[in-house]
T-cell receptor
Framework: GAVVSQHPSWVICKSGTSVKIECRSLDFQATTMFWYRQFPKQSLMLMATSNEGSKATYEQGVEKDKFLINHASLTLSTLTVTSAHPEDSSFYIC???????????FGDGTRLSIL | SQQGEEDPQALSIQEGENATMNCSYKTSINNLQWYRQNSGRGLVHLILIRSNEREKHSGRLRVTLDTSKKSSSLLITASRAADTASYFCATETSGSRLTFGEGTQLTVNP
C-alpha cells in the first residue's frame, strides 16, 4: 500500500485562488520531504526541500512567496500555491525518504488546473 | 537544474523485443534510481543501484552503472504492451536530493 499520501489528486480553480496540497507519510516519520513540479511531457523539477520544524529550502528560480511550504509535523508537509495563475497549472508531486540510500516514496501527485 | 540526460527521448519497439535506455549524469552520487510513470500518474520505483554496484537485476529489468563514465542503462527484456510508459533515471546526492533525467518515452506495440 501507499506509504506517502498526497491530497487532493486533482484541483480545478479560478485564477487568483490559493491552493493547498498535502503530503503525508503514513507509516514513518519524515523530517524531510521534497516537492516537484512536472509540466506536460517534461521531467520532474525539484522545487523545494521541506524541513520539519524549519524553513524550506527552495531551488533557484522558485519563488518562496508564491509556493509556501509548511512542515509542521513529522508526517505532514503542505505546499500552498498562492494567488495561482494559469501558468501555475502543472502536476505537483511530493516525495519522502524513509531511509538513507533507499528508494524514496512518492505521492500520487496533484494535477492543478487554473482557469 | 537537471543533471541527468537520457537517451533516447523516445523509443518505439514491438512486443517481445528488448528496450534499452541510457542515462548520464555529471556529479558524484550516492545511488541512481530508475522510475516509471504512466501518463498523468505518479512515479513507480523500479530499481536502485548504489554507487559501489555495477549491475542489478529485478525480473525483466537489468540496470548497469558505470561511475567512471557517469552513466547508467536500463534494459527491459521481452517487452510487453503494458511496459509502455515514461522512464526516468534519478541520481541521489547528499541530503537525499533526487535529480531526474529528461526521461524516455517507451512505446511497445502489440
Amino acid at each position: 500500500g501507499a506509504v506517502v499520501s498526497q491530497h487532493p489528486s486533482w484541483v480545478i480553480c479560478k485564477s487568483g485562488t490559493s491552493v493547498k496540497i498535502e503530503c503525508r507519510s503514513l507509516d514513518f516519520q519524515a523530517t524531510t520531504m521534497f516537492w516537484y513540479r512536472q509540466f506536460p511531457k517534461q521531467s520532474l523539477m525539484l522545487m523545494a526541500t521541506s524541513n520539519e520544524g524549519s524553513k524550506a529550502t527552495y531551488e533557484q528560480g522558485v519563488e518562496k512567496d508564491k509556493f509556501l511550504i509548511n512542515h509542521a509535523s513529522l508526517t505532514l508537509s503542505t505546499l500552498t500555491v498562492t494567488s495561482a495563475h494559469p501558468e501555475d497549472s502543472s502536476f505537483y508531486i511530493c516525495s519522502a525518504p524513509k531511509q538513507g540510500n533507499q528508494p524514496q516514496h512518492f505521492g500520487d501527485g496533484t494535477r492543478l488546473s487554473i482557469l | 537544474s537537471q543533471q541527468g540526460e537520457e537517451d533516447p527521448q523516445a523509443l518505439s519497439i514491438q512486443e517481445g523485443e528488448n528496450a534499452t535506455m541510457n542515462c548520464s549524469y555529471k556529479t558524484s552520487i550516492n545511488n541512481l534510481q530508475w522510475y516509471r510513470q504512466n501518463s498523468g500518474r505518479g512515479l513507480v520505483h523500479l530499481i536502485l543501484i548504489r554507487s559501489n554496484e555495477r549491475e542489478k537485476h529485478s525480473g525483466r529489468l537489468r540496470v548497469t552503472l558505470d561511475t567512471s563514465k557517469k552513466s547508467s542503462s536500463l534494459l527491459i527484456t521481452a517487452s510487453r504492451a503494458a511496459d509502455t510508459a515514461s522512464y526516468f533515471c534519478a541520481t541521489e546526492t547528499s541530503g537525499s536530493r533526487l535529480t531526474f533525467g529528461e526521461g524516455t518515452q517507451l512505446t511497445v506495440n502489440p
